[in-house]
């Protein structure tokens, strides 16, 4: 029987994905499990990994049974699953604590510590500044709040290698989630022991670094009982969830933007040489010889289910059926929601202000403004954040004309055609283009099944709709943007002022970035 069929599994911020795929690209099936993240304290955010091969094992079966195909077809899986998220194992294989995620903002004391100390070194060094999201970080906050389980770590794993080695044993990672940690050197191909030091982490404690269509191993026996899949199936390294879907979405040569609408949204470009900087991010990607440039909005998708959660859902309502009626209400208003604006910094924002302390908030309401206005002007003020990040690759000397869009919140048509609006640019939408997908396409490059990554992405991926901008809507919110942007400027210092105000009453905010 031909071996024929491509796996790509990703864990996502709220749910597990596993996508099967054919080598034209074709979409045979997919399943999903949800994965619960906690909040210990105001600004944390953790997750189990056991949880997350509870996951596995029960998505894979689901997928197997949706396709109606044998498992012995599939010629490879791989894993992508985000950045930054460490799983920490004790000398006997034990997980010491739950998994930090990417979002969580504890570090924040000890982001500021490390850059009073070394700003400019670790960006020469890394590649990139030290933020919360970053495992550096993280880590010295683990030293000097949890010291017991900083010092019972052997190995340091990376979210989406911890569940690959449940299939396979092994343990390594890419270049592009060694960078992700802040403690490789600034192409990841090695452990950077003077960022080691800055923490005191040992850097035998961290995985050896392989290529993302390395084959890691095989699924085992007990992991194929486990998932249905069959026992000998080749696993690849695989690389972090941003990397593989902006390469499933198409960014696969400079020019192009890839824009994530998810639980927090992102712009990436491609760009032959690394582009350090304190605005943006810098990673290998997947293409060889590339770097992708990344500037990111913390609350997107997260931002809009928020406002469903708070305002528009009633007991026992169906929570699809909710954001059909935003979508309806949101429809029926004009651009610029008649003067009201949101900023999206629910969780602080990244891109490119790096302030852990901004809050959002709406300004400008009036009698006039019904429910269906505050929906609208949250796709907006994502929208203006996402020109913000824009705005900072720009700054860098990179940008596009052309956009892929990605992620839940493309399930909007409203949406997408605001961004599009508010960006000025062509938005596409890619036939497929989640990370699940993108990893299925690494597994094809490493099993061989495509010659290369150029070839997989010629031959896998496709283009389903395009979206012009409204020049008339471009116009409108050029002038909008400035008006956000100066709102911003104007409350930021307010936001700062009622952080201090609660650490007086005993609260314990976030220091600022």
Not at 44 to 63: F, G, H, K, N
Not at 141 to 162: C, G, H, I, M, Q
Not at 257 to 272: H, P
Request: with cysteine; charged share 20%; hydrophobic share 40%.
């Amino acid at each position: 029987m031909n071996k024929d069929l491509l796996l790509g599994i990703d864990m996502g911020a709220g749910s597990l994905k596993a996508t099967l795929i054919d080598a034209t690209g074709t979409l045979l099936a997919d399943a999903a499990a949800p994965v619960k993240t906690s909040a210990p304290r105001s600004g944390w955010s953790e997750q189990d990994p056991d949880d997350w091969w509870a996951a596995v094992c029960t998505a894979l079966p689901r997928l197997l049974d949706k396709a109606n195909v044998p498992a012995s077809r599939i010629a490879a899986l791989s894993v992508s699953a985000g950045a930054h998220t460490q799983v920490l194992e004790d000398e006997n294989g034990t997980v010491i604590r739950p998994a930090i995620l990417w979002n969580d903002q504890r570090s924040s004391a000890q982001t500021q510590a490390l850059r009073d100390r070394a700003d400019a070194r670790i960006l020469m060094l890394a590649g990139n500044r030290a933020n919360p999201t970053w495992t550096l970080p993280q880590m010295l906050w683990l030293r000097e709040n949890e010291p017991d389980s900083f010092a019972r770590v052997k190995r340091l794993y990376l979210a989406k290698d911890w569940i690959r080695s449940r299939f396979t044993g092994d343990w390594m990672t890419d270049r592009i989630d060694a960078v992700g940690t802040l403690m490789s050197v600034a192409d990841g191909s090695s452990w950077s022991e003077e960022l080691c030091d800055m923490i005191g982490w040992k850097v035998e404690t961290l995985p050896p670094i392989a290529p993302s269509t390395f084959r890691a191993g095989t699924v085992g026996v007990q992991a194929s009982r486990e998932t249905g899949l069959s026992a000998g199936t080749p696993v690849i390294v695989g690389a972090s969830d941003t990397a593989v879907e902006t390469y499933g979405a198409g960014l696969t040569e400079p020019g192009l933007g890839v824009i994530k609408l998810a639980t927090a949204a992102t712009v990436a470009v491609l760009s032959r040489e690394p582009h350090a900087g304190n605005t943006v991010i810098n990673y290998p990607h997947v293409m060889p010889d590339h770097y992708y440039v990344i500037t990111g909005t913390n609350s997107c998708a997260s931002a809009h289910k928020w406002l469903r959660d708070t305002f528009f859902m009633s007991e026992g309502q169906d929570g699809s059926a909710a954001f059909e009626r935003m979508e309806i209400l949101a429809s029926s208003v004009s651009p610029g929601s008649e003067g009201l604006f949101f900023h999206p910094y629910l969780n602080g924002e990244r891109s490119p202000h790096w302030d852990s302390l901004l809050r959002a908030e709406f300004v400008g309401i009036g009698f006039q403004h019904g429910p269906g206005h505050f929906v609208r002007a949250l796709y907006e003020g994502v929208a203006f954040s996402l020109r913000d990040c824009r705005d900072a690759l720009v700054g860098q000397g990179l940008d596009f004309s052309t956009a892929r869009l990605i992620g839940g919140g493309t399930r909007s048509s409203l949406w997408c055609q605001i961004v599009a609006d508010v960006l000025g640019v062509e938005v596409e939408l890619p036939g497929n283009g989640d990370a699940s997908f993108g990893a299925a396409l690494l597994a094809g490059v490493g099993a061989g099944v495509f010659a290369d990554e150029a070839a997989a992405a010629k031959a896998a991926i496709r283009v389903s709709r395009r979206i012009e901008p409204n020049l008339d809507n471009a116009t409108f919110y050029t002038e909008a943007h400035g008006i956000y942007v100066d709102i911003h400027k104007a409350l930021a210092p307010i936001h700062h002022r009622i952080a201090r105000m609660h650490a007086n009453n005993g609260a314990s905010p976030l220091k600022r970035e």
